[in-house]
């Protein structure tokens, strides 16, 4: 019996692991999976597991307002260590880029169990972008034992970096599993104001911002040139979800509260707003999972950042990197809106990022490495 024991604690990391868990799962004999939750995000994290229906055998419940890099790490470390020493598991899971995951894979290997890193090898090569998110890929993937990149290109960087191609598994990313999972075309909102939207004859912009790097003048900006937007084009809608933390809430409402034709709501459930993405002209964010899910929606993207860790969907032409210059964002957005021959070049629906089997070549992965299965599973590979 293999036991795992994934560990997680923000509302990304939670959409990504979760169709994993449910994965794992499916092989009760052979794989016993727990959850441990640091909720270093706490209501935007119980949003998550209430959809997918996962039940932590173990809550930190770490989360502090306003907390610090220092406090996250310190309280997660410490508290894993004590759910390590009980469960004493095969190997920990953790995902992505997040201070919970660092913290976790450190944890691990001061008690020298395996890691395993799911959402591996992305890198942008300057450590404070991302911040602190670059460092903290890097950090756990210096400490992983098992590697499971989402594309060819992060497989690449860790070849790059010298880590054994044995140990590396090419899976697609999970949040493509969660994505095909959860959405739907026909979607009803229980918000009567997301339901009373014209999708078809306004043009929506969907909204996401939350970078500690973007925190402060440059989301002003972004916000200004969006205010602007609104204010020139009489057909648009913006649809902003905001973000839990206070340091974006209270620049959000300063420029934007109370203007015609711009919803703020609080952060939505997972099913209704992939289905918002689905419904949306055009989507303007600084997050990492919504440049890979809403290619896959034939989106375009507006990436609020200047460096970015996930160059496929680029290459593919559907994302766009235009910073935090009020301009850059105004003028980016003017000539989507102008120039349909501009907006349909970047409308198409392509899948850099994954299939929707990158949790089955994770298990069976998992099961190969621990000598559960003969041979190492076919890789994904983007056509
Ligand atoms: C964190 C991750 C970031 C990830 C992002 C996803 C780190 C350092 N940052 O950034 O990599 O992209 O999550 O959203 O790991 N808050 C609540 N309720 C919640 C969630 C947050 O009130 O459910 C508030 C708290 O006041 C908290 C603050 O938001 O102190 C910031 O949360 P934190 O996890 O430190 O940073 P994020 O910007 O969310
Ligand atoms: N998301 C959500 N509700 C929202 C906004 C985003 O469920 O109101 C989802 C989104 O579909 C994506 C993930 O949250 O899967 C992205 O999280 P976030 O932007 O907080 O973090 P990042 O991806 O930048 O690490």
Known sequence: MLKVLAVFGTRPEAIKMAPLIKELEKHPGRIECKVAVTAQHREMLDQVLDLFQITPAYDLNIMMPNQTLYEITARALTGLNEILEQEKP???????????????????????????????????GNKYSPYPEEMNRRLTGAIADLHFAPTATAKANLLRE??????????????????????????????????????????????????????????????????????????VEVVFPVHKNPKVRNIVESVLGGLPRVHLTDPLE??????????????????????????????????????????????????????????????ACKTLLEDSAAYEKMANAVNPYGDGRACARITAGLEYFFGLRGNKPEEFINL
């Open 270 to 331: 997972y099913a209704p707003f992939v289905s918002l993405m689905n419904k949306a002209y055009l989507v303007l964010t600084d997050s990492g999972g919504l440049q890979e899910e809403a290619p896959a929606l034939g989106k375009p993207v507006l990436v609020l950042r200047d460096t970015t860790e996930r160059p496929e969907a680029i290459d593919a032409g559907t994302v766009r990197m235009v910073g935090t210059d009020k301009d850059a964002v105004f003028n």
């Open 90 to 124: 095969d190997i920990v899971l953790v995902h992505g880029d997040t201070t919970t995951t660092f913290a976790a894979g450190l944890a691990a290997f001061y008690r020298q169990i395996k890691v395993g890193h799911i959402e591996a090898g992305l890198r942008t």
């Open 162 to 235: 010298g880590v054994n191609p044995e140990n590396i598994l090419v899976t697609g990313n999970t949040v493509i599993d969660a994505l095909l999972a959860t959405v739907k075309d026909k979607y009803v909102f229980t918000d009567a104001a997301l339901n009373a939207i014209d999708y078809r004859g306004s043009r929506v912009l969907v909204v996401t911002t939350h970078r500690r790097e973007n925190l402060g003048e440059p989301l002003r900006n972004v916000y200004e040139a969006l205010r602007d937007i609104v204010e020139q084009y009489n057909n």
